[in-house]
């Protein structure tokens, strides 16, 4: 297996082209559209150093694998697949995630809530290739009801799940978030050997005296992680993080990432005077049981 890693440091978003060979089969796992908060303006400058390393290495782009609905950053997904095609993929969960968005933002019968909008959606242990790697989608959920890692040749490529040691894990504040879940989902990642690689879909290294770094072993997160290193029982995980969640502010481009990715990064349609709108819900999101 061959990874390229890619760091958007806007966002602090770790991408990754994983494919079997040189001219092989590629898969795209977690992109980024760029986002300017300022202008509430798109750019593609991150995806196209994506789809330039796919075709300078004469890749069949197979897949678009989206660990799960971001709230950090816009998905490339879609502007991925009109130049290197592959199938945008996310876990089936999605269609609890997309009824959710439906009920919070009070979108109308054109949002689609079946997951239909994507090219395929993973159930829990499905497995699949990229090319001649052998690959295996396993349900994570906490972050979100959603959350997939992908399990591909050994390694896993583990979403948000959780983080560098001196970093943690996700929080679980977002609707449909479960610390309790989160937890039993650890579990399952440090379940594996040791000696197990996970590619990380962010890193916030300020403060710490650290390069930017998005890839760790079961071992290094068993021996270091300061939120569920070896030692670390339920209760005080689940105590740290709902304190811990309490006190955070939402991430900069949550409204409009949530609009664009669960229409699998698709921007809302054009209304009748050819311009594209968000919508923002004022003064209650942290109140809401939506």
């Known amino acids: 297996?061959?990874?390229?890693?890619?760091?958007?440091?806007?966002?602090?978003?770790?991408?990754?082209?994983?494919?079997d060979k040189?001219?092989?089969?590629?898969?795209?796992?977690?992109?980024?559209?760029?986002?300017?908060?300022?202008?509430?303006?798109?750019?593609?400058?991150?995806a196209e150093e994506v789809i330039a390393f796919i075709k300078e290495h004469n890749l069949?782009?197979?897949?678009?694998?989206?660990?799960?609905?971001?709230?950090?950053?816009?998905?490339?997904?879609?502007h991925i697949k009109?130049?290197?095609?592959g199938r945008i993929a996310i876990g089936d969960k999605i269609s609890v995630v997309q009824t959710t968005l439906k009920g919070l933002f009070n979108l109308n019968d054109s949002f689609i809530t079946d997951g239909?909008?994507?090219?395929?959606?993973?159930?829990?242990?499905?497995?699949?290739?990229i090319g001649d790697l052998k690959a295996k989608a396993v349900h994570v959920p906490g972050h979100t009801p959603a959350d997939m890692m992908y399990v591909i040749e050994g390694s896993i490529f583990s979403?948000?799940?959780?983080?560098?040691?001196?970093?943690?894990t996700a929080r679980c504040d977002f609707p449909?978030?479960?610390?309790?879940?989160?937890?039993?989902?650890?579990?399952?990642?440090?379940?594996?050997?040791?000696?197990?690689?996970?590619y990380l879909c962010h890193d916030y290294p300020e403060g710490k005296g650290r390069d930017v770094s998005f890839m760790t072993t079961v071992a290094e997160e068993k021996r270091e992680n300061i939120h569920v290193k070896t030692g670390t029982n339920r209760e005080e995980f689940l105590k740290f993080r709902a304190e811990r969640d309490a006190t955070l502010d939402l991430p900069t481009y949550i409204f409009p990432s949530m609009h664009i990715n669960a229409r699998a990064g698709e921007l809302p349609g054009m209304e009748d005077n050819n311009a594209t709108y968000l919508k923002i819900p004022i003064n209650w999101w942290k109140k809401s049981n939506v």
Do not use: R
Not at 1 to 19: C, E, G, I, L
Not at 116 to 129: K, P, R
């Open 159 to 168: 979403g948000d799940t959780i983080f560098m040691p001196d970093v943690g």
């Open 82 to 85: 009109k130049a290197v095609g």
């Open 176 to 198: 449909g978030g479960d610390a309790e879940a989160l937890w039993d989902s650890i579990q399952k990642i440090l379940a594996y050997p040791d000696e197990t690689k996970i």
């Open 116 to 129: 239909s909008n994507f090219d395929h959606t993973f159930a829990d242990g499905d497995e699949f290739t």
């Open 60 to 78: 069949t782009n197979e897949w678009i694998l989206e660990t799960h609905m971001h709230a950090d950053h816009l998905s490339a997904s879609q």
């Open 1 to 19: 297996m061959n990874v390229k890693s890619f760091f958007d440091h806007d966002s602090h978003t770790a991408s990754y082209v994983v494919y």
């Open 22 to 46: 040189e001219g092989g089969t590629s898969a795209v796992i977690d992109s980024v559209m760029d986002w300017n908060n300022k202008n509430y303006t798109t750019d593609t400058q991150s």
